[in-house]
């Protein structure tokens, strides 16, 4: 008899999600986390360490201290963290580690809840482009439509906002978002003008935010700290609000947080049993349990499999087609900057209201593309150190002024990249260098596929084009250089397919070597779409945890 | 940790690189207190750096003006910076003076334009003077 019928590792988006299903289906659902219940107050609104700009440091984990990963140093294209022999030794918080976040409900305890369907096309991105040479590009082996059902869950039960009539990239909904869109600041009317002069197709950025009061909690009160902080009026809907707290009333869900799992336990013959875990005492711990799931992210949940290596499984828990922690993939963020004759801010958060999906597919020579948004409020700190202009003073009296004259004349848009994968940008383990708990630390290597570059180039004229038609003087910015990509939108690493020497896990997100073990987090992308990715998370972690609760 | 001398080289110095006008500059506003925090923290290992460049400069005001650069008019400060900045200098500096600056002025506007909960942007007056306004 297992201690419970299941658990899950990690509390983020893919995991309340986990959590939420199965302990409503009346299973007994152990969740555990390694970071801490943060508290507002204890998210604060350091300017210098946020997760948005974490200069020296950041507020939603992991520690900076004692939580280190290694890197090639050829994989970032500037000098990031401390020499280690031929490899960069990296903190947190510092460029190049690939965080996301650690605490209860992970990113979305921080994020700006932008919440983006997929469109058709991202599922299936091979049959659309063919395989780049050097690439991993494949299609998912379920398709929007089976997607479909699902995103409309996330968008009712956890909460989006938005104008389904103005998604006209997508197929037709069945059902518009529960709650209508923020209203549009001031700089965002100015951008959709810009867009309907450019003849570019224009929507309204569909928010896991309530815009009114939705499930029991209140409306968005349009402050100026939004991404990278947490929500003075809990009106912004993450999991520690939403599917967590859901699992925590069906009276069948034990939340414990600061609990680090160390590795996957299995019997004799290979099947998987539970876990053994160390806690904030150092104390180390083992839970049984029939079904796993794991929701570490896509990089944490690399390493656990690789570090859960048995007898059977000499090289990681469903690594035998050598598969676990390839295909790491994140965002390119193109976009530009540019200097409006009139005032653009007014303060209104969060700020991205607005954006086009003219340029997702069908570009010419491009291999797919992305969406481009306007900008959420972006910190006075912020502007100076990623939006100013490079020909403006930046000391005397000249500077002091144009910050004055120009803080809020200056607006940027911008957006995420569909990343082209490579087999090559890749988690491992690093034996030689361990954690605070002694548990072997991620190693990262191999950069994003030159397509990618590509496709960012692309965009970050379009970007340029936009502030433009929205009246700006002056435009600046560069296309990114090539690099590894994963951070906060990290996915890829256990991708979704039929056959186990090329995937990891089965199209219900099941482990291919096992039958009790499934992915819910961002890992099972095939790819990663031109958007956002988290209600992509959320909607597939879903659809498992439904299929395993059927199928139990 | 800085000693008097070179205490009021590095105010002279912030109040350069952020003067004041109708608004407080650099020093008022409490970005000296930023950077003393910092230099016992986060910054600790940039402290020698600060030690040695703050030493260089006032050997080059006194190479181009004869006194420490502290007793400099703003505007000869200014002058002197600008050159500084370019790598143009008449003393021999133990540090390389246009890029340590650089981390200078850097450091100086995370304490200007960041939370006052750092030390810097005094009661939000640098918010104010830009513009951003927190409401909620
Ligand atoms: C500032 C910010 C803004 C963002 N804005 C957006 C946005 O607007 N739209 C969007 O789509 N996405 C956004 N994101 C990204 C979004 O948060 C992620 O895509 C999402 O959280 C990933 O979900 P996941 O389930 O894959 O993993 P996560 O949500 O990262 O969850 C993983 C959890 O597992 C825990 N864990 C890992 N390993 C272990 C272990 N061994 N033992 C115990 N626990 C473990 C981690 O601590 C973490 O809490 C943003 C993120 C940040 C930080
Ligand atoms: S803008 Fe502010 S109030 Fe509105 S959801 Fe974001 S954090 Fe909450």
């Keep these: 008899m297992s201690d419970y019928d299941a658990i899950v590792v990690g509390s983020g988006a893919g995991g309340g999600v986990a959590a939420a299903v199965l302990a409503e289906a009346g299973k007994s659902v152990l969740l555990l986390e390694r970071g801490r219940n943060l508290s507002f107050e204890a998210v604060g609104r350091d300017h210098l360490r946020n997760q948005r700009m974490p200069v020296y440091g950041h507020n939603a984990g992991p520690d900076i201290d004692g939580n280190p990963r290694t890197i090639e140093a050829d994989s970032f ?10 490899l960069r030794l990296l903190r947190p918080h510092e460029p190049g580690y690939q965080n996301n976040a650690a605490c209860v409900g992970s990113g979305t305890r921080v994020y700006a809840g932008q919440a983006w369907r997929f469109m058709p096309q991202d599922f299936r991105m091979a049959s659309e482009y063919g395989l780049p040479k050097g690439s991993s590009l494949a299609d998912w082996p379920i398709t929007y439509e089976d997607m479909a059902p699902y995103y409309e869950k996330v968008e009712w039960e956890i909460g989006i906002c938005g104008d389904h009539r103005t998604m006209t990239h997508l197929p037709a909904y069945d059902r518009p978002y529960p709650m209508p869109a923020l209203p549009l600041p001031h700089k965002s009317g100015i951008h959709k003008r810009g867009l309907e002069s450019l003849g570019w197709q224009w929507l309204r950025v569909p928010r896991l935010i309530n815009s009114v009061p939705y499930n029991d909690r209140p409306g968005c009160i349009n402050c100026q700290h939004c991404v990278g902080y947490a929500c003075p009026a809990d009106a912004k809907n993450g999991s520690q609000n939403t599917t967590v707290p859901r699992a925590l009333r069906s009276g069948n869900c034990t939340l414990r947080a600061e609990v680090m799992v160390e590795r996957l336990d299995s019997s004799d013959g290979g099947r998987i049993t539970g876990v053994t875990v160390i806690d904030a005492a150092g104390e180390r711990q083992t839970y049984t349990a029939d079904v796993l799931v794991l929701s570490c992210g896509a990089v944490e949940t690399a390493r656990l499999l690789l570090n859960s290596a048995t007898r059977h499984e000499p090289t990681g828990i469903g690594n035998s087609g050598d598969q676990v922690g390839r295909n790491l993939q994140g965002h390119y963020y193109p976009g530009a900057a540019g200097l409006f004759p009139d005032v653009m801010f007014d303060g209104v958060g969060p700020g991205c209201s607005i954006a086009t999906c003219e340029f997702n597919h069908g570009n010419d020579g491009i291999i797919g593309g992305g969406f481009l948004g306007d900008e959420d409020i972006v910190t006075p700190i912020t502007l100076w150190k990623r939006f100013y202009p490079p020909d403006a003073p930046r000391w005397g009296i000249e500077a002091k002024r144009f910050m004055r004259d120009n803080f809020r004349r200056i607006n940027d848009v911008t957006g995420p990249v569909q990343e082209i994968p490579s087999p090559e940008a890749r988690v491992t383990v690093n034996p030689r260098v361990k954690d605070k708990y002694g548990i072997p630390v991620v190693h ?28 700006a003087t002056k435009v600046w910015g560069k296309p990114p250089p090539r690099y590894l990509s994963g951070g906060q939108h990290q996915a890829g690493t256990c991708r979704m397919g039929e056959d186990s020497a090329t995937s990891v896990v089965d199209p219900f997100c099941r482990v291919h070597s096992h039958d009790n073990l499934f992915i819910a987090d961002g890992s099972p992308h095939v790819t990663n779409g031109g958007f956002n990715p988290v209600e992509t998370i959320m909607a597939l972690a879903w659809r498992t945890a439904e299929n395993i609760v059927k199928r139990w | 940790m800085f000693e008097h001398t070179q205490m009021k080289c590095l105010h002279a110095l912030l109040d350069t690189i952020i003067p004041p ?10 970005v000296g207190d930023y950077l003393q925090r910092q230099l016992a923290g986060d910054l600790a290992e940039s402290l020698s750096s600060y030690e040695t460049w703050l030493a260089d400069l006032d050997a080059e005001a006194r190479a181009v003006n004869g006194t420490d650069f502290a007793d400099m008019t703003p505007r000869e400060r200014a002058e002197l910076l600008t050159r500084v900045e370019t790598g143009v200098v008449k003393a021999r500096w133990s540090i390389e003076p246009a890029a340590f ?4 002025v850097e450091h100086c506007a995370e304490g200007y334009y960041s939370d006052s909960g750092n ?3 005094r009661g939000g007056i640098a918010w104010r003077m830009i513009g951003f306004e927190v409401t909620g």
Aim: aromatic fraction near 8%.
């Design chain 2, 119 to 121: 030390g810097g942007n």
């Design chain 2, 21 to 30: 006008d109708d608004y407080p500059g650099a020093v008022e506003a409490g």
């Design chain 1, 77 to 86: 294209p500037i000098l990031v963290g401390q020499a280690l022999g031929d």
């Design chain 2, 101 to 104: 600056f650089r981390e200078i």
């Design chain 1, 444 to 471: 990262l290597s191999g950069k994003t596929h030159p397509e990618t570059v590509r496709s960012a180039r692309f965009m970050h004229e379009r970007a340029k084009e936009w502030l433009l038609a929205s009246g």
